[in-house]
């Protein structure tokens, strides 16, 4: 019987950052495709029944018809991410299933793995789009006109992965889902301070990525006097301190992970800076308010430097509130507390077409998206305990 | 006989960027490649004998022997930049040898027109590689290891131009050169407001590249509390700031053109962002006093953040005073101003082994290293007219 330490102890090579530490596992990438192989082969093993739809999502298969319980994860990560965001899901989706079968439990219902396709949206810029296309909440053109950073499309990128673009679309093995129960490592400090193992999720907050374009005019960086510049570089540096400020300020996150720069030489006073703000807060409506007021600040900061300021927003992912019967029935079953998150996940978009639920296993270090990122191997077996228990609850 | 603007315009669809309307011109790259045809073929055509360094600088010589004039600059451009820096003062130079030789001048010494390899330093990081290894101000081994943004060695990229890097290093040709004269297109605005269409340079400050690097807490976007982060961008946008303030105070120069994000991902707080530093002043204790305020500045943000801000000089180049006597000789002669820059150039690499003046064509954007960058055909003949003039009274 596999743990799911185990399990994740064999992905433990694959798409490794050998300097950084951490992984670089991004959609239709190699590192990726070897790992659905890896996922195809564990479930074949198992004797599970793997079936992929046109989008990349594979699903494993124990029993098959209506009304199936659907568990899993992700495999990809974000560049330089942890090994434990997605894999630890998957994996103890599978050792969950060998503790059932060891102890003997048929299920009442089909029992389905999943490993969802590009879950991070670190190569293509939008997240959750293997669960995005199957419910439909994504538009074929619109996905695979999705550019990486050296202009591969995601219809390329698909075809150079073996798959077919022309077959994405709305799923239908979702229309045989009766219910999705999502196992995540935590990506915060609310199980380190409760002192639990394993929690429930109450809810995803709204997620907005903003792509902030500004221009302004290149110019040699020897020559220019700093009165005569129009440089966007300082327009960024006042829109990082202002983001960080207004988020602060209103305990909610604010963020620029990436940004690139044109020409981008050392010696140029750049043209055009374009940054990707990441936010999150409680509410639509505060995520709005947070949004519109980093604008207003960087764009006041503009107009000081003689520079341009625009946002376009590249995707909002609405507030999800998991299904309360099924959230509370978990909890007290578990005997665990419920905490929000300000992750989003395959979950959160599952969850607008099935009752959906989500535990998360505590993260000692608090640190997601990087090498620090782990889950001590008591508490993942806590998690596929808990894990099995829900199926038996459920299934 | 060909002018300066029509030779010029020869090279116009050379290395063209499409979309932001300069040039991409970089060392080793197939653009600046051509262009060194494209300089051997109208060298050859004039029937000046070409021969080119271990160090990929290209002469082209009118007549043979020592204490020679050397006259030209550079063909490479930085990301994005204009049509002007560097291939100005090699189209001006061949057009002042057609307007000598139509005019029936026979030189007392040897005219050679110099075209040096990778002045820009926009792919490896170091500028004036070329006459910098000919003078041997730069160690061949230190050359050979610079790595472009795609990890390639200079080694490797002059192989995969044709080139022997094995044959690196300081320059015979340099024994034989007795005085060096640059035109170039200015960089600033000093003869728009004097009025002149030529200037003679006085100086160039002393110029610093310099890394800064800036260790942080790589970790999720969503999930991590704005309390709880270690984010190298703030401390980067502090930099970017403190920077900008400190130079305009003190009517200096800093830029940060050039930025890299690890892991790169719009939902991961950033573990490391890698920035480079331009700064100008008009001494070397100026230079100093201005980088240590930066980065003063800097830690003071860092210890704010948690972060830690380690600072690497990778060139400074000394100021540079053009040959007094021959400074004031041509700017008698051409009834020109005389005016320092903050820019640096072959000519202010060989004006520490021989007597070495420059000459500016106005620039009536004011605008360098952008599309932007400009001369009036007028100005560019009267440029090439200075030049002839020159050459007629050292000649």
Redesign the interface.
Known sequence: MATATGLLDDLAGIGRDLT?G?YHRLAWERPTLELREWFAAEAGRRGLDVTEDGNGNQLAWWGSGDDALLIGSHLDS????GAF?GPLGVASSLAAVDTLRDAGFTPSRPIVVANFTDE???RF?V?CVGSRLATGVLAPERALSLRDDDGTTLAEAMRAGGADPAAVGPADWLASIGAFVELHVE???ALIDSGDAVGVASAI?P?G?YRLDLHG????????????RH?P??T???A??AS?AA??ET?????????R???????????QVTA?L?A?AESEEALAGLVDRILSDTRRAAAGHGTRAELTEESVTSAVTFDPGLRDRLATLLGAPQLP????HDAGILASRVPTAMLFVRNPS???????EYAEPADCEAGVAALAEVIRELA
């Open positions: 950084g951490g974000v560049r330089g991410g965001d991070e949206g670190a810029g997240a990506q915060g400090r907050w997620h990525r005019q290149g110019n040699h960086a020897g020559t220019t006097a700093m009165t005569d440089d570089m300082l960024y540096a006042a990082v301190l960080a988020a602060s305990a909610r996150r604010a963020t620029f992970g990436r940004v720069v044109a020409p981008g030489s050392t010696n140029s006073i750049p043209v990707w990441d999150r998150t300000g992750a989003g608090g640190i997601s998206h990087a090498p620090e």
